[in-house]
């Protein structure tokens, strides 16, 4: 049994036309008694198939919306609210008076259109009108699989599997992606500081100023601590120290400092080095693969991501790659579009875009779709995939101290990790 997600629609309305009309006679028992209605155009009335289905008395009716071909810069077309409402009322002048309307659809399935039919069916029962239904291809493919002769007709008299196919995965050949981005969980007591923990903390900064000085021998810093040393003393026996207008030595400045953070009196050293968040970014390439019997060309592949998180955006060329970098890999804000300037793939060959940065949201679980179209000269297909987010969390302690006993408290906060960075080119 093929995949029900690798099943496609036929490329022409008649072709879709004929499979609603043989599931149809499976699903409601009548494979002999159900007919085209008429010719096509207004004669119609909406139905394009219709019969009296096994053990009813009224006759039901096919309304059937294949999506059309179209070109590399057309338009995508879609079903719509006002086309269903159009039907409909044209099938109201079906005779005799139908029991039921399916709206059968080669189109994607949309959750607003089906809530939208659901709403004027209960509105029908009510007033005694016909019942509506639409189904859309994933109930085809799904369908065509629990009958036999309706399957092996499709995939073989059809010649399904000569029709352009495409794959669309991650770079691993899979539709779904699990990350584990790493924070802290921080359980966090807010609690008065001791006046040995005010001198621990005071001797650990003098500390690591010194070493930080003997570290960094260039004029200027030498330059920074030998002004800082001759005006310590002035400063410190001041009533005021004046920073930006702000008295540093005031009550008022000082409650606005906390609460603050207790420090590892042996990580102070690295506190005046460059540290920086680890935001825990992953990346991903799409990748498609000419998974059918013809080749594939003139072809772009656009796609819309849902979800939450911070950012995406496509990795940058280093600097020494710009003069050969090829751009095929474009993100704007939650559009994306991959073009390769070869866009042409032939049978069982695959193409893969420019690396995807994501940045999660800290300490958010969820999931991310990717809503992909593929669009190419003669052949069109449209699926999704999706990236499942479940972060890791390390466990610690930390303490911030309080000016009030009021304010002591206990909470856990989550926060990104840090580590040691330098800012650099990317060379």
């Known amino acids: 049994m093929i995949e029900q997600n690798r099943i496609h629609p036929p490329q022409n309305w008649q072709s879709f036309e004929h499979l609603a009309l043989?599931?149809?006679g499976e699903i409601w028992n009548v494979p002999d008694d159900i007919e085209f209605n008429s010719e096509s155009g207004s004669k119609q009335k909406?139905?394009?198939?219709?019969?009296?289905?096994?053990?009813?008395?009224?006759?039901?009716?096919?309304?059937?919306?294949n999506t059309k071909l179209f070109c590399k810069y057309g338009k995508i077309q879609?079903?719509?609210?006002?086309?269903?409402?159009?039907?409909?009322?044209?099938?109201?002048?079906?005779?005799?008076?139908?029991?039921?309307?399916?709206?059968?659809?080669?189109?994607?399935?949309?959750?607003?259109?089906?809530e939208y039919v659901r709403e004027i069916n209960l509105k029908h029962i009510k007033s005694g009108i016909f019942r509506v239904q639409i189904c859309f291809w994933e109930y085809f493919s799904r369908k065509i699989q629990e009958y036999d002769n309706i399957e092996n007709w499709y995939l073989n008299n059809q010649n399904f599997a000569s029709q352009k196919s495409v794959y669309i995965s991650f770079e691993n050949d899979k539709s779904e992606k699990n990350v584990s981005p790493e924070f802290i969980k921080n359980n966090v007591t807010y609690r008065l500081q001791t006046d040995t923990e005010k001198l621990e903390e005071k001797t650990a900064f003098q500390k690591a100023f010194k070493e930080f000085q003997n570290e960094n021998k260039s004029s200027f810093i030498n330059r920074i601590f030998n002004f800082s040393n001759k005006i310590s003393d002035n400063i410190l026996t001041s009533d005021k120290i004046l920073i930006n207008g702000v008295d540093i030595k005031s009550q008022e400045y000082i409650e606005s400092t906390y609460p603050k953070q207790k420090l590892d009196t042996n990580i102070v050293p690295r506190i005046l080095?460059?540290?920086?968040?680890?935001?825990?970014?992953?990346?991903?390439?799409?990748?498609?693969?000419?998974?059918?019997?013809?080749?594939?060309?003139?072809?772009?592949?656009?796609?819309?991501?849902?979800?939450?998180?911070e950012s995406i955006q496509v990795n940058p060329p280093r600097i020494n790659e710009l003069k050969t970098y090829n751009a095929t890999t474009w993100i704007n804000e939650r559009f994306g579009l991959f073009e390769p300037s070869k866009n042409f793939i032939i049978q069982k060959d695959t193409s893969s875009s420019k690396q995807i940065i994501v940045t999660p949201k800290l300490a958010k679980e969820g999931e991310i779709k990717i809503k992909w179209t593929l669009l190419a000269r003669d052949f069109n297909d449209e699926g999704e995939l999706t990236i499942n987010i479940?972060?890791?969390?390390?466990?610690?302690?930390?303490?911030?101290?309080?000016?009030?006993?009021?304010d002591c408290r206990n909470e856990i906060q989550y926060n990104h990790k840090m580590i040691e960075g330098n800012f650099h080119l990317n060379w």
């Not at 006002?82 to 080669?106: M, N, R």
């Not at 479940?390 to 009021?406: A, D, F, G, N």
């Open 78 to 114: 879609k079903l719509t609210k006002a086309t269903i409402d159009e039907e409909i009322e044209k099938a109201k002048e079906f005779t005799p008076k139908l029991e039921k309307l399916v709206i059968a659809t080669s189109f994607q399935k949309d959750g607003d259109l089906e």
């Open 390 to 406: 479940k972060p890791k969390y390390i466990e610690s302690q930390k303490t911030m101290y309080v000016l009030r006993t009021e």
């Open 46 to 65: 909406g139905v394009d198939i219709c019969c009296v289905p096994k053990n009813e008395k009224n006759y039901f009716g096919i309304q059937c919306k």
């Open 22 to 24: 043989k599931l149809w």
């Open 273 to 309: 080095n460059n540290l920086i968040k680890d935001k825990q970014e992953f990346s991903f390439k799409l990748k498609i693969k000419n998974d059918g019997r013809s080749g594939i060309d003139d072809f772009k592949l656009s796609f819309r991501i849902e979800g939450d998180f």
